[in-house]
Each structure stands twice: as C-alpha cells, then as structure tokens.
C-alpha cells in the first residue's frame, strides 16, 4: 500500500512552452545582443527539454505501472496467507484501494485467483504486458493516454514473485494521467528554471567576455570619427589573445595610420591653398623678371649674354613648377573614353619634343607597325607619352655634352588579336639611366624627380593616365639607359560606347 501511495503522489507539467516564452521572443528583437542570446539559449534549453520529455514520460509511465503491479503483488501476498478461505468485502475493498485497481488476478502453481468487488467489464482500452513492453510501445501508450484517454479499464500484466508467475491489473485510466500531467508540469517548471539558470550565467559570461569588448570597439569607432586626426582618440588594445584582442590590435594600427595620413592630408592641403594664395603674386613677379631678362640680352656685355639664358631657363623652371604643383593639386582626370585608335598619329607629334633640349641634339624615333591599333582614350595616351618623352629628353639634356648620339626610341607591339589581346608601348634612352634613390619613389608625385628643378610630376601622371584606360606603367631593369613599358589591354566597346 505504502508503494501505491508514494507512486501517486508522484506528478509533472503541462506540455508546450508558456505564452510569456513566446511572447519573450517577440521582444527579443529590441534588445541587445545580449538580450538576444540570452533568449536564444532559453530557448535551446527548452528544446532539449522538450527531446529529453518524451522518453522521461514513457518511463514514468513505465514505472508507475511497475509499482501498481508491485502493489498488487503484496495484496496477492495477503490473499496467500489464507488459502482456501473467502476474503471478506472489507479486505478486498482495502486491497484494491491501495492498489488503486478495480481487479487483481494472480497466477501460480496451476491456480489462478481473483480479487475483485465488482462485474468484470467487458473489455478493456489496452492491455500492456510490462514483460516485454518496448520503448516505443511505452511512448505510444504514453501520448494515447495525454491525447485520447478510454473510458474502459486498462489491462496491466506484470511477473510475479514469492510463489506467482503473474499478476494481472484492471486500472481506471484516468489516475495514470493525471499522474502523467502533474510530471509534465514538474518537468516543465525544473526546465524553465534550469533554462533561465544557464541563460543567466550565459548571459553574464557574454557581456564580460564578448559583448562590452565589442561596444567598447564600437565606442572608440564613435569617437576617433569625431576627430579622426586625434591620437588620443586610437584604441588602446587589451591583453587578450583571442580573436577580440586582434581586432583591437588591427583597429588600433588602421586608427595610427589613418590619424598620420588625414595630418598629412591637411598639411598638403593648406599648403596647396599657400600656394594657390601666392601663384597670382608669384606669376607677376616672374613676368616682371622675364621683362628685365628679355631686355638684359640685347646687351653688348658678354657676362650678361653669357649669363641671360640660364636666367631664363631658371625663371621658366620656376614658372612650369608652380603651374604643375597646383594643375596636380587641382585637377580630377576625367573618366577615359577608351576606343579602338591608330596609335601612329599619336605618336606623329612627340618628335618634336626634342626641341625642348638646350643641346638641340637629341633625336626621338618612333618605331610602330603601320595600321597598329589601341584601346585606349586617346588624348590621355598623348599625354602619358609626352610626359615620359619629355622627361627623356630632358634627362639626355641633363646628362652634357658627353653624351653622344642622343635618342629617345618609342617602340610598339601588339600580343594577339583585336579585342583580345593587349598592346606594349616601350619608350626608352640610351642615357646614363635612373639613380637608385629615384627608383624608390619613382611614380610618387613630389618625390620622384631625377633632375634639380624637377617636380617629380611627369611619371605620377603619365602611370594615372595608363592605370585609368586599363593598363600598366613600368620600370624595365637590366636595360641599358632608362626603358618605360606601357601594357594596354584590348576593350571592344558595346554599341552604346561606339556612338
């Protein structure tokens, strides 16, 4: 009886998660990303709860059973301690009370004996032998009881023991679940306590680990963009090695570089604005010496003749550079307009660069194939070529008399076919060839001049005009004097870009 009694107060939750759970979620999306992942981590408790339920059901409905057949084996124990003698009303009401069963039948020995107060019904909603009952036949039995409980008795067959070989009950199914609710109900609450258990340490964890380091990033972004020039304003980085540590690390190098360029930027850009102040006075001063030198070289002093042409070259050096620093400070290339183009015509004019030499002795040659063609906008191409020429011819100049038989050679070459091949434009001098230190910045405006005077701004346009129509400038080693290469691919318009 005492084994009844403990079974049956023994009970659990309701199955499906609450409507606060759900509603829960629908205010996950206003939170943080805290708040959502501790409602993430609610929820997957939940569903783990939930796999875990049904089996824990089918063996709580295993082992309440296993106690009522237990039960009904004390009350055939009671029934054996007098054979042969009626058991009265009294006793058998008793009995089956706390067995909880309308009948108990006993087997053993050849004889079989029934307990019971009441007519036999006439069946029975299910019959379920605990001897060889399965987990899924216990699963099944389980959800039938929830979902569609009968009306008839159920049918429990056990082993029995102390002289029995079996013990069979009829229970009211209606017990069974009730018990089966009130463990559902249990279950359901020690889930949701466990769920929002792990949920908090989750939640805690997170912030500490993940979370404040993540908004302490995206503070720090907030406030080096207020003052992106402040280097007090660059992340510090922790200690950590994890992956939060390295963007740190990374933040704090691209906040370093990006604070010295944007100093550098503004420098350059008040200086361009000194400049820009100064050109108008600048020019006017110039002209005026250019007056003073013009009449200066009608004098009979042969110091003066000697000395007037350097003077204007030096003012004419003078004028080009202040006209080119703010041209490169000022001016956006335009987008090319990049066509099929013979290349011969645009080469037709460069020779005549060389008049640009003191020495009047330098010869350009073009060398191209009759017919060739290259994609690319036309006048930036002119352009390109005639800085490279230039500097060419000025750097023969440079160079003295002791130079002999000055050239500066433009060669072309197309690779495959047209519209999908490419094109190599070399122009090249049999001068002394670049220093190292120019090598270094050579396509760097400012930087890149290999001559005093120079701005260093001829190549840095000339490799600007070639990159924006497709192509490559480069430097060719292991060349007498100095090579340039030019690399053009092949583009074939579609029919909106050929009108």
């Keep these: 009886m005492g084994v009844s009694t403990s079974s049956e107060t023994e009970t659990a939750p309701i199955l499906g998660p609450p409507a606060e759970v759900a509603s829960a979620r629908g205010l996950g999306r206003h939170f943080g990303l ?105 699963i099944h039995g389980s959800w039938r009881t929830l979902i569609a409980p009968g009306e008839e008795p159920l049918r429990v067959v056990g082993q029995g023991r102390d002289g029995f070989d079996v013990v069979e009950i ?45 908004r302490r990033l995206a503070n720090n972004i907030t406030a080096f963009a207020d003052d992106p020039e402040s280097l007090e304003r660059v992340i510090e980085p922790s200690r950590r090695t994890d992956e939060i540590g390295h963007a740190e690390t990374a933040l704090a190098r691209m906040e370093q570089a990006l604070a010295g360029e944007l100093r550098e930027k503004r420098r350059l850009a008040e200086l361009g604005l000194a400049v820009s102040k100064i050109n108008h006075e600048l020019r006017n001063l110039l002209t005026t010496a250019q007056l003073l030198v013009d009449r200066l070289e009608g004098a009979a002093d042969p110091t003066v003749q000697r000395v007037a042409p350097r003077l204007v070259a030096t003012l004419g050096r003078a004028i080009r550079f202040c006209e080119a620093t703010l041209a490169y400070g000022r001016a956006t290339e335009r987008h090319p307009q990049r066509r099929l183009v013979l290349l011969q015509p645009i080469l037709a004019e460069l020779p005549e660069l060389a008049g ?144």
């Design 170 to 214: 009829l229970i009211d199914e209606a017990p069974l679940r009730t018990a089966i609710v009130d463990f559902s109900i249990r279950l359901l609450l020690s889930s949701l306590i466990i769920a929002g258990a792990a949920a908090g340490l989750v939640f805690i964890v997170l912030q500490r680990v993940i979370v404040a380091p993540v």
């Design 34 to 138: 805290s708040g959502r992942l501790f409602l993430i981590t609610v929820a997957f408790v939940a569903v783990a709860e939930i796999l875990i339920y049904v089996p824990a059901v089918a063996s709580y409905r295993l082992g309440w059973l296993s106690d009522r057949i237990a039960a009904a084996q004390v009350a055939a124990t009671v029934l054996d301690a007098a054979p042969g003698q009626p058991v009265s009303e009294e006793l058998s009401r008793r009995l089956l009370a706390g067995v909880g069963a309308r009948a108990i039948v006993v087997s053993g020995g050849g004889t079989r004996r029934l307990l019971s107060n009441e007519a036999m019904p006439e069946g029975v909603v299910e019959t379920v032998d605990l001897r060889d009952d399965t987990w899924w036949d216990s």
């Design 356 to 499: 640009l030499s003191t020495m009047s002795r330098v010869n350009v040659r073009e060398q191209v194939p009759p017919g060739l063609q290259i994609c690319a906008d036309p006048e930036q191409l002119s352009r390109a070529l005639t800085n490279l020429v230039r500097n060419a011819v000025q750097a023969l100049d440079a160079a003295g008399a002791g130079q002999e038989s000055p050239e500066v050679r433009i060669t072309a070459t197309r690779h495959g076919g047209v519209g999908s091949g490419f094109v190599t434009i070399r122009v090249s001098d049999n001068g002394p060839g670049l220093p190292e230190r120019a090598k270094a910045h050579l396509f760097a405006p400012f930087q890149g001049s290999m001559r005093a005077g120079g701005t260093g701004l001829g190549l840095a346009i000339a490799a600007e005009l070639v990159q924006l129509n497709g192509g490559t400038l480069r430097l060719e080693d292991g060349v007498p004097g100095a090579s340039f290469r030019i690399t053009v691919p092949d583009w074939v318009p579609g029919p909106k870009e050929a009108r």
